[in-house]
């Protein structure tokens, strides 16, 4: 049974910092592509930062880029995101989602972390 569990979230003030970590289990991490999404109340959920199966390129939504960074150990089937700089706009439901690289279709998600910026 493939689980991802999210941990890391809570309440930060503004310009402060919060690690993400999202650990996977079930199935052969290295084959799968990982992404953090993010939904806000009132809100389609969006993505947030994606990193390859080996770690070896990635990308971010414009509103992240240069504050956060997504990374990976597949050691330890993790993956992270470290979020600096956090706006209040940053206020979210952080979700781990995992694609298998060969098969498109067959993707995973976590429960969720909440991240509150918030004075």
């Known amino acids: 049974q493939v689980q991802l569990v999210e941990s890391g979230g809570g309440l930060v003030q503004p310009g402060g910092s919060l690690r993400l970590s999202c650990a996977a289990s079930?199935?052969?991490?290295?084959?799968?592509?990982m992404s953090w999404y993010r939904q806000a109340p009132g809100r389609e959920r969006e993505l947030v930062a994606g990193?390859?199966?080996?770690?070896?390129?990635?990308n971010y939504a414009d509103s992240v880029k240069g504050r956060f960074t997504i990374s990976r150990d597949n050691a330890k089937n993790t993956v992270y995101l470290q979020m600096n700089s956090l706006k209040p706009e940053d206020t979210a439901v952080y979700y781990c989602?995992?694609?298998?690289?060969?098969?498109?279709?067959?993707?995973?998600w976590g429960q969720g972390t909440q991240v509150t910026v918030s004075s």
């Open positions: 990193i390859t199966s080996l770690g070896i390129s990635t």
């Open positions: 079930g199935l052969t991490f290295s084959s799968y592509a």
């Open positions: 989602n995992a694609v298998f690289k060969y098969v498109k279709s067959v993707n995973y």
